[in-house]
């Protein structure tokens, strides 16, 4: 009896194609289970010392019948960076921010009034300071194993609100 016959049967019993397939298979399951690489290690398992995270986001334009009540200062918030679920964030502070035009005098001086369209009162601008928990590294700071940075977009999801704004500052706390 030959040990691999004219099918490709290794004794007449098992396919070679489908050895190959298991060890494939195997091989995978132990690259995904035993090496994770640094891609699926979370914040606390990494070793990395978890320091508090500001965020300070830019909130243009956003319009709601009555703003103040869909949140204040100590509320906590889902917290998405680049389309990437972080996590909860709080609330520490949010700043109204005047909604203004500038105007051309006669003299040709500029002059800088309140909006004046009556439609400007249910859009306004915020800034909104954000804490949450993160690390830094030699490329910035993470929050979850996302890197936040000025400019990057995210969003604030609360229970009666979702908005996109922009990050214009970051700090690492000690």
Do not use: H, W
Request: charged letters at 20%.
């Amino acid at each position: 009896m030959a040990i691999v016959d004219a099918k490709g049967r290794l004794f007449g019993k098992l396919s070679l194609i489908d050895i190959g397939a298991g060890l494939v298979i195997l091989m995978v399951l132990v690259g995904i289970l035993v090496v994770p690489g640094e891609s699926g290690q979370s914040i606390a398992q990494s070793g990395a010392s978890v320091k508090p995270v500001e965020v300070d986001v830019l909130v243009l334009g956003l319009s709601a019948r009555d703003p103040d009540k869909l949140f204040q200062a100590g509320d906590k918030a889902s917290f998405i960076i680049r389309n990437q679920p972080y996590g909860e964030v709080t609330i520490d502070s949010i700043q109204t921010l005047p909604k203004t035009i500038v105007l051309g005098l006669p003299d040709g001086t500029p002059a800088v009034v309140d909006e004046p369209r009556e439609e400007s009162q249910f859009s306004r601008n915020f800034l909104f300071t954000l804490e949450g928990k993160g690390r830094l590294t030699d490329k910035g700071p993470l929050l979850g194993n996302v890197p936040i940075k000025v400019g990057t977009p995210v969003e604030l999801e609360g229970p009666l609100y979702t908005f996109r704004a922009s990050v214009i500052d970051v700090r690492v706390g000690e």
